[in-house]
């Protein structure tokens, strides 16, 4: 189990750190094989900010590990990160990500039945705090 909560799994030899993560490798190989992607990537790795050193003190590369990479039909790239929730250090990087990488779309999606499967995360909290509203 991980720091989060989530529970690893292994499908074909590879190991996801989530169950969801795993659902969505088995929904990419899917599309894949119906022809609905041409193909994908699994921990695609982004540079966000290179090494340095200041005052003698070494800094380390800070990187964006996405979960996917979506080689779509029309020619364009997907970054997908499955999330259960978004930490602080996950929003500061998607962040970065965003303004480093301006013409390549990242995607963060969650699973919820409730709300039809996979869906955006930011969409999902949009449609929670409606759902909210009405409750009151």
């Not at 039809?116 to 969409?123: I, L, Q, R, S």
């Amino acid at each position: 189990m991980s720091k989060y909560g989530a529970q690893k799994t292994n499908i074909d030899g590879i190991t996801f750190d989530s169950k969801v993560e795993g659902l969505y490798y088995q929904k990419c190989l899917d599309d894949k094989a119906k022809g609905l992607i041409h193909n994908f990537e699994l921990q695609p790795r982004y540079e966000l900010q290179p090494a340095f050193t200041k005052d003698d003190k070494k800094y380390r590369k800070m990187e964006y590990v996405a979960d996917f990479l979506i080689y779509h039909l029309d020619g364009s790239l997907e970054v997908i990160d499955i999330k259960g929730f978004a930490v602080d250090v996950a929003i500061i990087k998607r962040k970065l990500f965003n303004y480093k990488y301006i013409d390549l779309k990242l995607t963060w999606l969650v699973r919820n039945l409730k709300y039809g499967g996979w869906v955006e995360y930011d969409e999902l909290k949009r449609l929670r705090k409606l759902n909210k509203k009405v409750v009151k």
